[in-house]
């Protein structure tokens, strides 16, 4: 079989004499370098824009680094108590709520006419014959993920003191939800015998079958944006019975990981295939296309070859969106080594292609257009030689070629031929803001190439030689889109970056988020402390304080201050609560900013 791509021809070249680029603004730290669970060892930790894993090891990055807490969400038992969840306060609320005649919050499923408890079989290590190997101290049990009274719970005795509060200097900390494996079949109990029984539909009131089971994970995270808005969520991406309804799901849902993209690399199973074909292209191709972050994994082996870096490495150039990152796993592998890649091809122009199915719904060729060249992946089960569209093409070796051979498994790229081998870094622009900005504001450009030149534009036109020359920070008083390009000696210029900026008059706004909330007076007895949010229309640039009044039910009054960051538009603060009624919270002053129209907040126990 011969792919020929000769119709992007025309397309690409145009694309080349106009210099142009797509739309998608970058909205977190610049380098693309992520990683997974595993610090990478020979080069700074500057160098990171993403970390999963979180705990004392965060305290070594940046603040603009995202920094992802290791949680979960959708089952727990004793073992998260070493990730600081209170397991053992949760079964004493439910115990309390049971005992007033309220639905447990664990899930049970009646086996052989006996409640059961619901268990989630990722943490059983079932053997052959489907008995749990793990000690009990490491099983986790389903609990009603909709539940409101589960979700208070989880921010206001997990999320917020364990995790954001300990955490508040570090800026920019995510919750990194793992075990996301929406299956309702992944659930099971053990029967008289010890043996898992997956798959047994759930008592009332408690979700009856996979669709129910689906929504009810949507509802918590639709809930969770709700009630805490500044909480950015990350998940591992997992799997779900339902495909279709990942962008449901994920509607409020920040970003997500997955651990290894190169899980089919060794002889796969079609099953492999289609897995990735059916989920891990589609939904991070539109966790891109909608400006979501994404940690693409690749696992390395210790002995790793270029070529499997490579294939690593097309696999996220196929799937990346702005906001992406690129995280070498298992192995150490210098960003240099596939940065000169990234910066060769610079940004994509469109999704990703694919040619016509071969036998298999995932048995295709697909590629991706770029700035400077073409990505392809090769899974048509056969050998593929692809004819380029006319032009000058060089594949990553520098080699120049009309025509590229790619194995079955295998990826790679070509680039417009340059007379230089290396092309210069495309300059970083920051700050990057994902929100609108309060003005004035100080915009700095810089290249990682030695001894480059950076031309920039302010009108969102393309840099040429005839552009401002970049000589230092400057300042933005009203929205602008900030474009820049560098030239150095021995180095093809580098692509074109690009940054927005919608910049606010006037000091920001301050509100709180929604105006109330409650909880049943036993439910209250669980939560001792209560985080209301308050937001900012605004990022601003210097720091914001905030001073506030409490009321509590007996009539006494306290005063508290809150103070926001530069460049962070949610704050929240704890109120301690005992007991039923009702607690006012009001906004009497801000320094920084104007108060909006939502000056109070109640919150309430019935």
């Not at 380029?388 to 990826?411: F, M, Q, R, S």
Request: glycine share 8%; hydrophobic share 40%.
């Amino acid at each position: 079989m011969r792919a020929i791509l000769t119709s992007t021809a025309l397309l690409f070249s145009s694309i080349l004499l106009t210099g142009a680029s797509t739309n998608s603004n970058r909205t977190v730290m610049d380098t693309e370098l992520g990683s997974i669970f595993q610090p990478a060892q020979g080069f700074p930790n500057s160098d990171f824009g993403a970390y999963m894993g979180a705990g004392s090891r965060s305290t070594m990055f940046a603040p603009e680094t995202i920094k992802g807490h290791y949680m979960h969400f959708n089952h727990f038992g004793i073992v998260d108590n070493g990730f600081g969840f209170p397991y053992s306060t949760l079964r004493d609320y439910e115990a309390q709520e049971v005992a007033a005649g309220r639905a447990p919050i664990f899930v049970t499923a009646t086996y052989q006419g006996k409640k059961r408890p619901v268990m989630f079989k990722g943490y059983l290590e079932l053997d052959a014959n489907n008995k749990p190997t793990a000690p009990q101290s490491n099983w986790v049990y389903a609990v009603n993920v909709a539940d409101d009274r589960f979700i208070k719970f989880w921010i206001n005795h997990y999320a917020r003191p364990v995790v954001l509060q300990s955490m508040n200097t570090l800026g920019n900390v995510w919750a990194y939800m793992d075990g996301c494996a929406f299956y309702y079949a992944a659930y099971g109990v053990l029967d008289d015998s010890g043996t898992f029984v997956g798959g047994v539909p759930w008592d009332a009131p408690f979700q009856q079958n996979a669709n129910e089971y689906l929504k009810s994970i949507a509802d918590f995270f639709n809930r969770l944006k709700q009630l805490a808005p500044d909480i950015n969520v990350i998940t591992d991406v997992g799997s779900m019975t339902d495909p279709s309804q990942f962008q449901n799901i994920y509607a409020n849902v920040g970003g997500a990981l997955a651990e290894d993209v190169l899980a089919w690399y060794s002889n796969p199973t079609q099953t492999e295939l289609t897995g990735f074909y059916n989920m891990i292209f589609p939904w991070f191709s539109w966790l891109g296309s909608t400006g979501r972050v994404g940690i693409l994994g690749a696992l390395l082996s210790p002995n790793w070859k270029e070529a499997d870096l490579l294939t690593g490495f097309v696999v996220y150039e196929l799937l990346k969106g702005p906001n992406f990152f690129f995280a070498t796993r298992g192995a150490h592998v210098p960003p240099g080594d596939w940065e000169r890649w990234n910066a060769a091809l610079g940004t994509p122009v469109a999704a990703y292609q694919e040619g016509p199915a071969n036998g298999q719904p995932a048995n295709r060729l697909y590629w991706r257009q770029y700035e400077d060249g073409y990505v392809y992946l090769n899974w048509t089960g056969s050998t593929q030689a692809v004819t380029l569209p006319t032009g000058k093409w060089v594949d990553p070796y520098n080699h120049a070629v009309t025509e590229i051979t790619i194995p079955n498994l295998t990826a790679t790229f070509v680039t417009w031929a340059h007379k230089q081998a290396v092309t210069a870094q495309a300059p970083s622009i920051e700050p990057r803001c994902p929100e609108k900005i309060t003005g004035p504001l100080t915009v700095t450009i810089s290249t990682q190439t030695p001894g480059g030149t950076i031309y920039y534009t302010l009108d969102g036109s393309n840099p040429s030689f005839s552009s401002a020359v970049y000589s230092g920070p400057f300042q933005l008083n009203s929205s602008a889109v900030v474009k820049a390009r560098a030239v150095a000696s021995g180095y093809n210029t580098s692509l074109t970056s690009t940054n927005s900026y919608t910049i606010s008059t006037g000091a920001p706004t301050m509100e709180f988020s929604i105006s109330s909330d409650k909880l049943p007076a036993s439910g209250a007895a669980a939560v001792t402390t209560y985080y209301p949010v308050l937001a900012l229309s605004a990022m601003p640039n210097e720091p914001v304080t905030a001073n506030y009044t409490v009321l509590s039910p007996s009539g006494k009054t306290s005063t508290g201050s809150v103070k926001f960051v530069a460049r962070e538009v949610y704050q929240q603060f704890p109120i301690s609560i005992s007991g039923s009624g009702t607690w006012k919270i009001t906004l009497t002053g801000a320094s920084g900013a104007v108060l909006g129209s939502r000056v109070t907040f109640e919150f309430s126990a019935d």
